[in-house]
């Protein structure tokens, strides 16, 4: 099995910084896309950003030049780099990634137990 580990949430004033975490860990061969999700209450979950495993990273227009997103493979691992907080960020975030297991030969979509992340005065 796969599980993957997020870290880095917490509460943040308005123009703070936060760095998200998420390790992968299990019997895995390869990864393929990974990325970062946020639901707030009573909204949709949507994505924030992600990054193929060749590093070519897409983000929501609204975290444009904020959020930076980057990955290490050899430790299975994608970050969330997020700078200029607003209250409008303020989210339960999930990682998510594509999975190639060893004992497959697709991959599977796993997604992080979420993390809140609250920007408030």
């Known amino acids: 099995q796969v599980q993957l580990v997020e870290s880095g949430g917490g509460l943040v004033q308005p123009g703070g910084s936060l760095r998200l975490s998420c390790a992968a860990s299990g019997k895995i061969s390869s990864i393929r896309t990974m990325g970062w999700y946020r639901q707030a209450p009573g909204k949709q979950r949507d994505l924030v950003a992600d990054?193929?495993?060749?590093?070519?990273?897409n983000y929501l227009e609204s975290v444009k030049g904020r959020f930076t997103i980057s990955r290490d493979n050899a430790k299975n691992t994608v970050y969330l780099q997020m700078n200029s907080l607003t209250p409008e960020d303020t989210a339960v975030y999930y990682c998510?990634?594509?999975?190639?297991?060893?004992?497959?030969?697709?991959?599977?979509?796993?997604w992080g137990q979420g993390t809140q992340v609250t920007v408030s005065s």
């Open positions: 990054i193929t495993r060749g590093g070519t990273t």
């Open positions: 998510h990634m594509e999975v190639l297991r060893t004992t497959r030969v697709s991959t599977d979509d796993y």
